[in-house]
């Protein structure tokens, strides 16, 4: 009997399910479980005043979706949720709006998690965690105490970057150009006692054990690009006064003959020392005020006019030829990396290059560039001698325009100069003019150029069968007139030649030996960066890079050391919001920890929490917190009023969701193993640097103290695309072009809010939200919904639908493994279009349809299934298996191309030969049309898809 039909109503579907799985516990992760544990974690929202928008939930969606998908595969899963509930946001908005921090919090997560719940994510709700409750921040505050026990906190005197309008100190990770990370304020420096943590004694770790992890490659770069590990030298240099030598860092020790002075940090304490010795003492003290101004970015930002001055009086000497060297102090060296000093070498390093160019110092060239065969047919053969030869590079320049002669071979796709060797009693000169008259024909030539730089290539030569290590001499010749004899036939056959403008030799040279020979003929001023040759170098030269940075670190008494830009990590913030630094000054006992057993230390309930513009924490002015004995000697002692930065909660977050109602530990031991590591970690890009590092660096303390089971927190971590707001830009409530959830899940609901999300394009990109493009999610729903009353027992099933249906369970599997959501969803779309052609559906296949789409929409999907007389939920069904036979076609569709242009198609049995193919194809009338008059000259065939005809005009 014919159910009749009613029109798809995602209101009453949508709040019927959501309580169903609530009242049922649905989505409850078991601590004691024999089925294998997966724990998914996105990143816990800040609750904001103005509530979710859509931009949030694409990553929810998208973990929503493969946490369902374990689920359905055998897993116990943990999803959780809480909130990162302490910051400046907050703050702020409580200033403005007087409701208390603690208040303005809790209206803020009821709205987020009303929100959160309308869109059917499958989170274990019973494990909320929220960084601002004292019960959360006492272990915040306990883990910092192990820290400091281990001396890994420690209070340091420093220049801060400080924001005059959030009155915070800054992390320097907090400040981009400049500029305040949140509020876009021009950052200042004031000198302030910090906390600090010592994240850089785990800066070796956190950069070696991104080995074991899967993180997206892209994430792995940011954190080694963060990180900054250096391999270099510590070499001295000697000083015309006093005892203590200047000990410079580089990372170019093979340069060293190229040094022509040296530069000190304006802030360098030699800088002081030698005060009393500076003839322009004045001249220094102003230059050394000028710079207190400046940020390190803008110090060191690139293309920035450099400036410095020389320090009269006092020279350094050359660590191994002891020649005089001059000594400035330039604010683009930085006290706070390597040894605050630098050798310079303006021939092979740009900064110093710019430096030198505009102060008139002299640049010495020590380096040239060497190219080595390492892969393929030129690879150098590691167990045979070299043969050396000399060779003129030429670069031949048109006689009106700007452009260059290059020579293309016939028999390759290989473009490159006229080159030959010079001949036993030949000069250079004489050798480049004989080869370019031999192999172009031009004869009306002038040398215009012998540059006095090199290239060397070490190279295996195919044809002579021998390792060549050739010398290029480049040679630039001016074309007078367009005069030409006849070229040799031979050479004809070989190749011919092409005038190029100079931007595009550049480009069609890319990754070619050839274009340094080029570059340094045409841009003389610029330096050679890269490792190369030694030259100018004494015994050293001839060496290549890496072997002399060794040997001449060695020989100049230096030794080889590695650094790390990393920083340690500020972790004082003069404002309210934030978890109490758990330390007591005593006069006499110095800095002692608050006694575990009094944890947590509490925000006092104040009435007034804005920033001072003292400096000072707001928490200063309360007397009655701020006093207290001390806990060692019993006398008067004063609370430590900073509190802790935002990011301080979110560094473990993920280790108390695992155990969220503990009194005893932040987290169980029995609970940690069972859960931890955290299987898949999905956030956005902008955390991958800072929170993925700080929460790295507090889980290998954890390890190190054995408090927690792995040395890694997260096995994988990969990252969603921004959703922008329509037109581009992004959303922000500022600008008012925010989306809200809310309208859109009472208007078309909450599954086509998330289909919509995961359809709009690939996960990994940024993407515009477009309100006219979901109406398009809603209306597949709606088909869905209709097709299911076409669903019947009866209905026979088809092999295409059969074949169909196998493929389309493989690819929304893997599709969701490698987060293709978009393309998933596609494969959904098409699978549905032929089963509304069909007149009946048969259950079986129907079903399996639903089960791939629940976990993208779960709440429709689970009213069709029960509509469909199933008992149980459809998200605690078993994940649909295929069969791999019936996913492969049994026939398929063949491009056929000539010349690489695609003609028509075969339909053929997969798997045919390239000759069966071929057969087929040239019997095809159209194709055969095609070839009259023409010779085949290959086939290129790519099995099961392309067979491609290279033809030519018959010749005879
Ligand atoms: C000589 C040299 C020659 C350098 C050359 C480079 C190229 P990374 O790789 O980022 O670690 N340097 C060292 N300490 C510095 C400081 N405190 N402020 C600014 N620059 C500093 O950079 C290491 C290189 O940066 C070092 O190697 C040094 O310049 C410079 F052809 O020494 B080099
Ligand atoms: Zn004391």
Request: with cysteine; aromatic share 10%; hydrophobic share 35%.
């Amino acid at each position: 009997m014919k159910k009749p039909q009613v029109p798809y109503n995602h209101l009453s579907i949508e709040s019927k399910w959501q309580k169903v799985w609530e009242d049922t516990s649905a989505y409850k992760a078991l601590d004691n479980s024999d089925k294998p544990k997966f724990y998914s974690l996105i990143e816990f929202p800040f609750p904001s005043g103005s509530g979710l928008h859509t931009g949030h939930i694409r990553s929810n969606v998208a973990m929503d979706i493969i946490s369902r998908k374990r689920r359905s595969e055998g897993y116990n899963v943990l999803f959780p949720i809480g909130w990162d509930a302490f910051g400046l946001p907050t703050e702020n908005y409580a200033i403005k709006t007087g409701i208390h921090p603690i208040e303005a919090t809790k209206q803020n997560t009821d709205t987020f998690r009303r929100q959160l719940k309308t869109l059917g994510f499958s989170f274990d709700w019973s494990r909320e965690v929220n960084t601002s409750d004292p019960e959360y921040y006492k272990w915040t505050q306990w883990i910092f105490l192990q820290m400091y026990k281990k001396g890994l906190a420690y209070k340091h005197k420093m220049a801060i970057n400080w924001c005059p309008k959030d009155k915070i100190g800054l992390a320097n990770e907090e400040v981009i150009d400049g500029k305040c990370e949140r509020c876009g304020t021009q950052v200042e420096k004031r000198e302030k006692e910090q906390w600090m943590l010592a994240i850089t004694k785990y800066a070796d770790r956190l950069d070696k054990d991104l080995d074991t992890v899967d993180y997206l490659e892209r994430i792995k770069i940011q954190q080694r690009n963060w990180i900054g590990k250096s391999e270099g030298s510590e070499i001295e240099f000697k000083v015309s006064v006093g005892e203590k030598n200047i000990n410079v860092f580089t990372t170019r020790a093979d340069t060293l003959f190229g040094v022509t002075y040296v530069v000190l940090s304006p802030e360098h304490s030699l800088v002081s020392e030698w005060k009393e010795k500076i003839t322009n003492k004045k001249e220094i003290e102003d230059y050394i005020a000028s710079v207190k101004s400046r940020t390190e970015i803008d110090r060191t930002s690139e293309g920035k006019e450099k400036t410095g001055v020389e320090l009269k009086g006092i020279h350094a000497f050359h660590p191994i030829t002891n020649e005089e060297i001059p000594i400035w102090i330039a604010d683009y060296v930085l006290a706070s990396y390597g040894t605050g000093a630098v050798m310079a070498v303006p021939a092979h390093d740009e900064r110093d290059n710019e430096f030198a160019q505009k102060f008139n110092l002299r640049i010495k060239e020590v380096i040239e560039p060497l190219l080595i065969g390492e892969r393929g047919a030129d690879a150098v053969k590691e167990d045979q001698p070299f043969i050396e030869r000399q060779v003129a590079a030429v670069v031949v320049k048109h006689w009106e325009k700007e452009e260059y002669l290059v020579i293309k071979w016939t028999k390759s796709d290989w473009v490159g100069f006229v080159t030959g060797g010079i001949d036993k009693n030949e000069d250079v000169a004489t050798a480049a003019l004989r080869e370019v008259e031999e192999e172009t024909g031009y004869t009306d030539l002038e040398v215009a150029n012998i540059a006095d730089r090199k290239v060397h290539a070490k190279f295996y030569q195919l044809l002579k069968k021998e390792n060549r290590f050739a010398h290029y001499q480049p040679v630039l010749i001016h074309l007078k007139s367009g005069a030409r004899k006849e070229v040799d036939s031979g050479e004809l056959a070989i190749h011919t030649t092409e005038w190029i403008s100079k931007d595009k030799i550049e480009a069609i040279l890319a990754g070619n030996s050839m274009r340094h020979i080029l570059w340094s003929l045409i841009q003389p001023e610029k330096p050679l960066t890269d490792d190369g040759l030694l030259k100018n170098s004494d015994v050293f030269s001839g060496m290549s890079s890496d072997e002399a940075r060794k040997a001449i670190t060695e020989a100049a008494g230096g030794k080889m050391v590695t650094t790390f830009k990393l920083r340690d990590w500020i972790f004082s913030r003069q404002r309210y919001w934030g978890e109490p630094i758990p330390m007591i000054h005593c006069k006499k006992c110095g800095w002692i920890p608050v006694p575990e057993k009094d944890l947590p230390v509490t925000l006092p309930l104040v009435a007034k929490y804005q920033p001072t513009d003292s400096g000072e924490s707001p928490l200063a002015a309360i007397s009655e917190w701020v006093n207290v004995k001390c806990p060692t000697c019993d006398s008067d002692a004063k609370r430590e009023t900073d509190t802790m930065p935002n990011w301080a909660g979110s560094s473990w977050y993920f280790l108390r969701y695992t155990d969220p109602h503990n009194k005893n530990a932040f987290a169980g031991v029995d609970k940690l193993n069972h859960w931890t590591p955290v299987d898949w970690y999905n956030g956005g890009m902008e955390h991958t640097t800072l929170h993925l590092l700080y929460s790295r660096f507090w889980h290998k303390f954890l390890f190190d103290i054995g408090l927690v089971p792995t040395a890694e927190p997260y096995k994988k971590r990969t990252s969603h695309g921004l959703i922008l707001a329509e037109g581009g830009v992004k959303m922000s409530k500022s600008i008012g072009n925010v989306i809200n959830p809310d309208e859109i899940v009472e208007n078309m609901g909450a599954d086509t809010l998330r289909l919509y999300e995961m359809f709009m394009g690939p996960f990994d990109q940024p993407i515009p939200w477009s309100t006219d493009n979901i109406v398009g999610s809603r209306r597949f729903i709606e088909r869905v919904w209709n097709t299911h009353y076409k669903v019947s027992n009866e209905a026979q099933v088809g092999s295409k639908v059969e074949s169909m249906l196998h493929k389309t369970i493989m690819k929304v599997g893997e599709d969701i493994e490698s987060m293709s959501f978009n393309t998933a969803v596609s494969s959904l779309m098409i699978l549905l279009n032929t089963l509304e052609k069909e007149e009946a559906v048969s259950k079986e296949v129907f079903e399996t349809f639903l089960k791939l789409l629940a976990p993208f929409i779960p709440h429709v999907t689970e009213e069709i299934w029960s509509e469909l007389g199933n008992k149980e939920s459809i998200h605690s069904q078993r994940w649909p298996q295929y069969d791999k036979l019936k996913t492969i076609d049994s026939v398929i569709t063949i491009a056929v191309q000539i010349n690489g242009k695609t003609r028509t198609t075969v339909e053929i049995e997969p798997g045919n030969t390239e000759e069966i193919v071929t057969k087929k194809a040239l019997e095809i009338p159209e194709i055969s049309k095609w070839m009259e008059g023409k010779n085949v000259r290959r086939i290129v065939f790519v099995k099961d898809k392309i067979i491609n005809i290279i033809v030519d005009l018959k010749t005879e």
